[in-house]
C-alpha cells in the first residue's frame, strides 16, 4: 500500500463548478501538507501549503487537513478551463524543505 | 531570476549509453532535490542536497545514478549504462532550509530510452 493514495480520475466538470479533490495518507507522522497543480510536461507548481489541520483558502482554492482521518482536500470554486491540470498533493513530516511524498495526482478537465 | 532551470528540456539516448542532466537552481536556494516522474504517477524523491552536501538518496538510486552538487551553486544528474526503465522525466527543485512554502520545481528533463 502507498502512503499517499490519490484517486487518478480523470475528472470532467463544467465550467463554474465547485472541484473537489482528495488524497488519503497513512503516515501518522506527516504534518506538512501541499498541493501542487502540474499542466502537460510542465513541472509542478505549489498552489497551496498547510500545517497540520484545519482550513487555508487563497481565492478560489481552500486548503482542508484532518488529521484525524488521515485526509486533505482541496476545493476549486468557479472552476475556469485553464485550471484544467493534474492536481497532486504531498506532504512532508517536517517543514524546512525535506523531501515530500507525492500522491499519483488526479487529472481535471473543466470543459466549457 | 526567473526559476529553476533544466536542460535539457529532453533526451534520447539508446540503451547502454550514459547521460547527463543539468539543474540551475533559484540562485538562494541553499537546498536542491532531484525527482523522478514517471506516466500517470506522482514525482518520486531521488535525492537531496544542502549546499554542497548530499543529505539523503532514495533506494531508487541505483549505483548507475550519481548526483554531484559542485560548490553549492547548479547539480548534476548522471545516469550510466540506461535502461529503457530509466525512461521518465527527471525533475529538478530547489527551496529554502526552514522554508514554510514548498519547493519550486523547473520544468523538467525528459528522457526517452529506446
Known amino acids: 500500500q502507498k502512503e499517499v493514495e490519490q484517486d487518478p480520475g480523470p475528472l470532467s466538470v463544467p465550467e463554474g463548478a465547485i472541484v473537489s479533490l482528495n488524497c488519503t495518507y497513512s503516515?501518522?507522522?506527516?504534518?506538512?501538507f501541499m498541493w501542487y497543480r502540474q499542466y502537460s510536461r510542465k513541472g509542478p507548481e505549489l498552489l497551496m501549503y498547510?500545517?497540520?489541520?484545519g482550513n487555508k483558502e487563497d481565492g478560489r482554492f481552500t486548503a482542508q487537513v484532518d488529521k484525524s482521518s488521515k485526509y486533505i482536500s482541496l476545493f476549486i470554486r468557479d472552476s475556469q478551463p485553464s485550471d484544467s491540470a493534474t492536481y497532486l498533493c504531498?506532504?512532508?513530516?517536517?517543514?524546512?524543505?525535506?523531501?515530500?511524498?507525492f500522491g499519483t495526482g488526479t487529472q481535471l478537465k473543466v470543459e466549457l | 531570476d526567473t526559476g529553476v532551470s533544466q536542460n535539457p528540456r529532453h533526451k534520447i539516448t539508446k540503451r547502454g549509453q550514459n547521460v547527463t542532466f543539468r539543474c540551475d537552481p533559484i540562485?538562494?536556494?541553499?537546498?536542491l532535490y532531484w525527482y523522478r516522474q514517471t506516466l500517470g504517477q506522482g514525482p518520486e524523491f531521488l535525492t537531496y542536497?544542502?549546499?554542497?552536501?548530499?543529505?539523503?538518496k532514495s533506494r531508487l538510486l541505483s549505483d548507475r545514478f550519481s548526483a554531484e552538487r559542485p560548490k553549492g551553486s547548479f547539480s548534476t544528474l548522471e545516469i550510466q549504462r540506461t535502461e529503457q526503465g530509466d525512461s521518465a522525466m527527471y525533475l529538478c527543485?530547489?527551496?529554502?532550509?526552514?522554508?514554510?512554502?514548498?519547493?519550486?520545481f523547473g520544468s523538467g528533463t525528459r528522457l526517452t530510452v529506446v
Open positions: 527543485a530547489s527551496s529554502f532550509t526552514g522554508t514554510q512554502h514548498g519547493y519550486t
Open positions: 503516515n501518522s507522522a506527516f504534518q506538512y
Open positions: 498547510t500545517y497540520s489541520s
Open positions: 504531498a506532504m512532508s513530516p517536517t517543514g524546512g524543505g525535506n523531501k515530500l511524498t
Open positions: 540562485s538562494e536556494h541553499n537546498r
Open positions: 542536497f544542502q549546499n554542497e552536501a548530499q543529505l539523503e
